[in-house]
């Protein structure tokens, strides 16, 4: 278990953490959420060692292994080849057959009990090697390598060669198959595309230790954690649940200490009444006295901490344009006359279409987006734009390219000088930026300020067309949510570039997929597509175009092996419902204690929690075990 006992640190005049008291014990996969600066990082450098505390004690399990991604990259060598850097996660191994080798070369002098120490001594060292997984180190990295993105001619290539993105997936994979005790991943999604993130939501599920996880991803806060650590204004709040418990309990300890707020406020202003009517009264004094202390004992209760309101976001309504807003025609893109991007390409999009461009970094998917917003010509082929399109594209650089020596108010002013201030204000205004707050320099924003802005600069003079690469790159879960929303509102056309799962369910309704076969288009959402995935993976839909396999013909059972395999999926097909029928019951339980939670002020609190966190465990098992069932059925 990891506990923190009156742990404090400060940074400068800011108090990230003041007395903070939490433990996370073994086994739990502890989803750690807050606003960007709150102190979520701080919370794994304490753990790590990296830093040490102002006051107060972290306490881990002696030997305990870590494993720890950072959010930027800190790699431990560069100087080996990919599959090499990757595999090289754990030194023990390294040193571990050098013992071994050491033991044997003094045996060759050794006699009796001496020798039968040695070889014992060996013993254990081997036990330990194949503990810490050392035979199968290499299948592993390779597997890792190839589930986030890499190719296996890359394996060779030096890993300096690779961009930081690129290096940060390989730190990743060497953290995850290092298989720590306790595994700590700070924004590992940061640099990922869709596919890797869903092979890593399925790599994190079967990880059997103590997990922290630190993420703007929904997807994988949802999918992966039981416990929730909220980290705001210094404190550290543990929910006994996993995202979306944490999101309901949230809102409701808000209203409660809201509430409770309130009544102490009116409390106090009546003593306080009672105190300056009377303070003069010598008939009184004893009672004013009275009151006076009961003020000075009244412990104060602290206005909720409230969430930054990003959402007003308003995108206004685009100009009109005809049905057709852009048009790829054999379009090709190369960019050394060799390799090709793309090629003989045709692509329409339509008036309000919501468009996801999905598949690995590198297979061309920012390069695609700019062709569609004429960013970059295409080398074959020709691009028809629609009638009165107006294209408002935002790279990923975008945020970057503004004057850091401007105001808020002037960066947007400037985009459209005809806007008069009270439009400007108005509109910086629904992207958080009021009062003051929009005499602010660009240099010093926040990163999610700057995508904000950035926002508000581009829909000062709004699109009908608007293209976008990776928007939620350094926005936190209520400024996705926020942009979320409002393109979902949006009445003009989109085509976006993201690798954040939620974010693209839920705003995308069709997807262009862009991987090894070339480029696809769904009609449906990414659950469609995912679906789609699945069927041409398993062959399912190309069955025409698969010549016979005459050598399957002689596998097919007949006889008793029929017999048999009919009764094993019987078998099958009923554990499939037992579990499904269990998984119900436990989701209709969970559902009735929250709203017991709710709706009781006399609820056990303590009890409920401690049956809620049983019951996600026991969900999350049967799912586990539905899907291993699931797959022995279809094989």
């Known amino acids: 278990m990891i506990d923190f006992i009156q742990v404090s640190k400060q940074f400068g005049t800011q108090d990230v953490l003041k007395a903070v008291t939490f433990r996370i014990n073994a086994g739990e996969r502890a989803g750690i959420v807050g606003p960007n600066g709150a102190g979520k990082s701080t919370i794994f450098e304490l753990v790590s060692g990296e830093i040490e505390a102002d006051s107060g004690d972290v306490v881990l399990?002696?030997?305990?292994?870590?494993?720890?991604?950072?959010?930027?990259?800190?790699?431990h060598a560069v100087d080996r080849n990919l599959l090499d850097y990757a595999e090289d996660s754990i030194p023990e191994l390294k040193t571990i057959p050098e013992k071994i080798h050491a033991l044997e070369h003094q045996m060759e002098n050794f006699q009796g009990v001496e020798k039968e120490r040695a070889l014992k001594k060996i013993g254990i060292l081997q036990h330990e090697f194949e503990h810490l997984g050392g035979y199968d180190m290499r299948s592993r990295a390779e597997a890792a390598l190839c589930g986030l993105g890499f190719r296996v001619p890359e394996f060779e290539k030096p890993f300096a060669s690779f961009s930081g993105g690129w290096q940060m997936r390989a730190e990743l994979a060497r953290t995850l198959i290092a298989n720590p005790d306790i595994l700590m991943l700070d924004e590992p999604s940061n640099y990922l595309d869709l596919p890797a993130v869903e092979w890593l939501q399925k790599f994190l599920r079967s990880y059997q230790g103590t997990m922290l996880l630190v993420s703007h991803d929904r997807y994988l806060l949802r999918s992966l954690t039981d416990v929730t650590l909220e980290v705001a204004g210094g404190n550290v709040t543990?929910?006994?649940?996993?995202?979306?418990?944490?999101?309901?309990?949230?809102?409701?300890?808000?209203?409660?200490?809201?509430?409770?707020?309130?009544?102490?406020?009116?409390?106090?202003?009546?003593?306080?009444?009672?105190v300056r009517r009377f303070r003069a009264k010598s008939s009184k004094a004893s009672q004013v006295q009275s009151r006076i202390k009961m003020l000075e004992k009244m412990e104060q209760i602290d206005a909720p901490a409230m969430e930054s309101n990003l959402s007003k976001i308003r995108i206004g309504d685009p100009p009109h344009s005809g049905h057709e807003i852009v048009r790829l025609e054999q379009a090709g893109l190369t960019y050394d006359g060799v390799q090709w991007v793309f090629r003989e390409l045709d692509v329409n999009v339509n008036r309000s279409d919501k468009i996801a461009?999905?598949?690995?970094?590198?297979?061309?998917?920012?390069?695609?987006?700019r062709v569609l917003a004429g960013q970059l010509p295409p080398s074959a082929g020709k691009r028809v734009l629609g009638h009165k399109v107006v294209v408002g594209y935002q790279s990923q650089e975008f945020a970057e390219t503004m004057p850091p020596d401007k105001s808020v108010f002037h960066i947007v002013k400037a985009r459209n000088p005809a806007a008069s201030e009270a439009q400007v204000r108005g509109l910086l205004g629904g992207f958080g930026f009021s009062g003051d707050a929009v005499e602010k320099q660009c240099s010093i924003l926040s990163g999610g300020e700057k995508i904000r802005l950035a926002f508000a600069r581009l829909f000062i003079d709004p699109p009908n067309f608007l293209l976008l690469d990776e928007p939620t790159t350094h926005l936190d879960v209520n400024g996705r949510e926020a942009l979320e929303q409002a393109l979902k509102k949006y009445k003009g056309t989109v085509c976006f570039v993201s690798h954040d799962v939620t974010f693209v369910r839920n705003v995308a309704e069709q997807i262009i997929a862009i991987d090894g076969r070339g480029v696809t288009r769904w009609p449906g959402g990414y659950d469609y597509y995912l679906q789609k995935q699945e069927e041409r993976s398993a062959g399912n839909g190309e069955k025409k175009n698969v010549p016979l396999d005459r050598s399957a013909e002689a596998s097919v059972p007949t006889g008793k092996e029929a017999r048999v395999a009919r009764a094993q999926q019987r078998e099958a097909e009923k554990a499939l419902r037992k579990i499904e029928k269990k998984i119900e019951g436990l989701t209709a339980e969970q559902s009735a204690l929250t709203d017991e939670m709710m709706s009781r002020r006399d609820a056990d609190f303590a009890a409920i929690n401690i049956r809620l966190s049983q019951i996600q465990k026991s969900i999350q098992s049967l799912e586990t075990k539905w899907e291993e069932t699931a797959e022995t059925l279809e094989g």
Do not use: C
Request: aromatic content about 10%; cysteine-free; hydrophobic content about 25%.
């Open 61 to 75: 399990p002696k030997n305990t292994r870590l494993g720890y991604l950072h959010q930027q990259l800190n790699p």
């Open 357 to 369: 461009l999905v598949g690995y970094n590198g297979m061309g998917k920012t390069t695609l987006l």
């Open 238 to 274: 543990r929910y006994q649940g996993g995202y979306d418990y944490y999101l309901q309990e949230r809102e409701a300890r808000i209203l409660h200490q809201a509430a409770a707020k309130k009544n102490q406020d009116r409390q106090r202003e009546q003593i306080e009444s009672f």
